[in-house]
Every structure is written in structure tokens, then in C-alpha cells.
């Protein structure tokens, strides 16, 4: 088996869609590493266990190829955003919020 680190901002879907090629593989990165939760924050320190045949290989090789990683977690910063600056208050006209 491999190892990997998660990246930052990278929760366990991006990390099955990155090392597998689709999210329906999460469950076997659960499995592997004797975690039971898919909530859980990924620690950036701690290596999880990979190395499960891809299940969907062109998409493994595009995110290679590329050297993408994808993270789609949201930030503290933009965790605050979200909370504090959403909703009508803060829509622009033509931009977020649309007439028609």
C-alpha cells in the first residue's frame, strides 16, 4: 500500500477523486485507514493509505498529468464569509442576483 498526504483544504472526496478517479472509492479510503467518519478533517501531518486499483483511470491520469489536487474545503476565511456577508444584504444586481 501507499501513502499520501492530504493537501490543504482537501477533504476525503477530493482525496478519493484525486487517487481514484470518482468519489464512489471514499469509502474504500475509510476502510484502509480505520477511520469511520466523512466528516473528519484531514489532517495535513498524517498520511493516509492508498494504493487500490483506480476506478476510473483517465480521470486519475488528467488530475496526474496536470498536477492538480484538488481541495474543495472551504477556508476559515471563507467559512466567515459564508457566515457573517450572505444573503440579500450583499447580492449585487446582474452579478449574484439575477432579474429576469
Given at each position: 500500500m501507499e501513502t499520501i498526504k492530504p493537501q490543504e483544504n482537501q477533504n476525503i472526496f477530493d482525496l478519493s477523486l484525486q487517487e481514484y478517479g470518482s468519489i464512489e472509492k471514499v469509502f474504500d479510503i475509510l476502510e484502509d485507514n480505520d477511520k469511520f467518519d466523512l466528516t473528519e478533517d484531514l489532517s495535513v501531518y498524517k498520511e493516509l493509505k492508498t494504493g487500490r486499483d483506480?476506478?476510473?483511470?483517465?480521470?486519475?491520469?488528467?488530475?496526474?498529468?496536470?498536477?492538480?489536487?484538488?481541495a474543495t474545503d472551504l477556508t476559515d476565511e471563507e467559512q466567515f464569509l459564508m457566515d457573517n456577508f450572505s444573503g440579500i444584504d450583499y447580492m449585487i444586481i446582474e452579478d449574484d442576483f439575477i432579474i429576469y
Open positions: 483506480a476506478f476510473k483511470k483517465d480521470i486519475v491520469e488528467y488530475y496526474n498529468s496536470r498536477n492538480l489536487k484538488p
